[in-house]
């Protein structure tokens, strides 16, 4: 979005993201009871149950990523822009993302954080919905 990584950089950034996703994944599997972890999906994103949710799963996981990204670029990483406030921001953004979104998308925001339960709970129903949303919301200008 602001051009700050190499594609080399860029590479490592994605599989240190997916690596943390796994991770997590595994460590809520490795604490959860196996009835608790079953209970939850895993904590995969089981939202969207149906064809006639996609569209609007898709699209709310644009905007939210979107939101973030531009809350995250403007308030800690942009030099001109740059807010003591960031960290409050950023919360805020992805409380208000997660209420508005939850019900709709699950409010993933993060590949990584949909890949890493999808993988430990083998769940992959509508999993691209949490790969594509995200990052057509990157290539808006």
Known sequence: MIGGLNVYLLLLYILAQLGGGLIGAGLAMAISTTENFANSSGAAFN??????????ATVAEAIMTLFLTMVVCMGAVNKRTQSLLAPFCIGL???????????????????????????????????????????????NP
């Open 47 to 56: 939202v969207v149950q149906g064809e006639r949710q996609m569209g609007r």
């Open 93 to 139: 953004t992805v409380t208000v993302d997660i209420l508005a979104g939850g019900a709709v998308s699950g409010a993933c925001m993060n590949p990584a954080r949909a890949f890493g339960p999808a993988v430990m709970a083998n769940y992959w129903s509508y999993h691209w919905i949490y790969w594509v949303g995200p990052m057509a919301a990157q290539n």
